[in-house]
């Protein structure tokens, strides 16, 4: 079965073979220096379009006015199909949108270099002679741990206004120091952010919050002054006392970053990876203490948080136009931030119909970071974890000992007292006061007769 890797030089040897220059590009040759597997396969060739798909049957232009082909392959392990852009070397002309270019000219690959982001992705590699063609200094950089813009830092940052999240993105991901100049021209450009689609930011956070370096990740958002365009609800966290007002522990912003650096993925029902909805909670499961702060003599109080934290998430995540399944969870998650912090002593109807909650495990995973960040124990993560270990499901959920169909079958018509009593009924089998549905509808009775004798009085 081939690989991608393997897809990809064939792609390189054929263009060659036809007597074009052909060699990987950008990102993948960069993981390759680190030994990092790509996440895909870029080539760049001074053959026009019209001469790759003359050469590759099975292809289709997927960026016309860019000149880029995508090349299909044959299927890959997992049964998709294995595919490869390949780009003609360009040059870029102006970014009026300061998004992508107005035009593109073919070019070099020298050109098609210095026309790129940073140095680290400026870089080519010839699978089939095995060397780098490096013409800016990507290599000398990603060995001294440098992220450098190529060229003029302002223009870099002019040209795509989004190349300053990714900076803060790759600075935290391979672990860089960031050239000053890099530095300063990203600060500049930092509130032109704005002009760039909701979505393609929304990406950059995704995989900045996605990544083991999250942490890092958001503290250089703030350095790059990026926080204010981007998520400034997250502003007033940075001067709020966080701790008692006696023993102050830094501010809300350091409880959040080292939330992040505390999170890891779900352990329930099985271990997992920290999912973006997951990531993202952590960033904003306290953005609602600032509008609800309040003083006693002897410590701050945030009443009702989450719940006005939630209502600002939903903003945010339609801001960001985050799709709907990922907006219902992160919601989620930072409205019930807390619910579990008394978990060891909650009633069973209000622990169960949560622990059954899809998200159960990210919420978990979510209580233990928000815990170890305050220097807190983790017992009532415990605690649920080993209630969902032990409880069969169908004690956990059972199914309802009385429907509202049942309900009607003894007389009672739909409306507030209907509820009432479906509700009690269900609240009495969750703490395993009734087990059957005689017992459920012996209840009912009983909450309808008290209810007559009420109105009669």
Known sequence: MMTEREFATEVVARLQKAGYQALWAGGCVRDEILGLPPADYDVATDARPEQVQALFRRSHGIGAAFGVVEVLGPRGADGVWLKVQVATFRSDGTYSDGRRPDFVTYSSPEEDAKRRDFTINGMFFDPIARRVIDYVGGQ????????????????????????????????????????????????????????????????????????????????????????????????????????????????LWDHTVKVLEALEGPLWPAPGAVSFPLAFAAVLHDVGKPRVVGRTPDRYTFHGHEHVGARMTAEIAKRLRLSNAEAARLTWLVERHQYLSDAPTMRPSRLKPILIHPGIGELLALHRADAIATGRNTAHVDFCERVLRETPPEELNPAPAVTGDDLIAIGLKPGPEFKRILDAVREAQLEGRIKTKEDGLRLAEEMMGKADREQQE
């Open 140 to 251: 000398t950089d990603l060995n001294a741990r440098l992220l450098r813009a190529i060229g003029n830092p302002a223009e870099r940052f002019a040209e795509d206004k989004l190349r300053v999240i990714r900076a803060a993105r790759m600075a935290a991901r391979f672990e860089l120091t960031i050239d000053a100049a890099t530095m300063t021209a990203a600060r500049r450009a930092a509130p032109e952010i704005v002009v760039v689609s909701a979505e393609r930011v929304a990406d950059e956070l995704r995989k900045i919050l996605t990544n083991r370096h999250r942490a890092r990740g958001f503290r250089l958002l703030r350095e790059f002054e990026l926080i204010a365009p981007v998520l400034p609800e997250l502003l007033p966290t940075f001067d709020l006392p966080q701790g008692l007002p006696a023993a102050p522990t830094g501010t």
